[in-house]
């Protein structure tokens, strides 16, 4: 059974970071696009970043370039999102997302989902 387990979320200020981990079981996940997907509160879910399986490609949304960062860690079955200069409008839930398909680095859609977890930047 897939698995891919967010953690990291929480509250903070504007200008602050966070650093988002998304655990994956139940996968070949060297195999596997990651991906990090936002919906904020009254919105549709928004692509924000993807990495290839061997992490030497990875493609951001244009509200996050220069401020976010994907990254894996194949050995450790784990995908990250550092996330700096964070805005309010960064406020959103956070989904790590699984698919075969290297085109997945492009946007949905996506084989696996987690459930997410919380951000929220306060002004």
């Known amino acids: 059974q897939v698995q891919l387990v967010e953690s990291g979320g929480g509250l903070v200020q504007v200008g602050d970071s966070l650093r988002l981990s998304c655990a994956a079981s139940?996968?070949?996940?060297?195999?596997?696009?990651m991906a990090w997907i936002r919906q904020a509160p009254g919105s549709e879910r928004e692509f924000v970043a993807a990495?290839?399986?061997?992490?030497?490609?990875?493609n951001y949304a244009d509200s996050v370039k220069g401020r976010f960062t994907i990254s894996r860690d194949n050995a450790k079955n784990a995908v990250y999102l550092q996330m700096n200069s964070l805005k309010p409008e960064d406020t959103a839930v956070y989904y790590c997302?699984?698919?075969?398909?290297?085109?997945?680095?492009?946007?949905?859609?996506?084989?696996?989902w987690g459930r997410g977890t919380q951000v929220t930047v306060s002004s």
């Open positions: 990495i290839g399986r061997s992490g030497g490609s990875t």
């Open positions: 997302a699984a698919d075969r398909k290297f085109a997945a680095i492009y946007g949905p859609p996506y084989d696996y």
């Open positions: 139940g996968l070949s996940f060297s195999g596997f696009t």
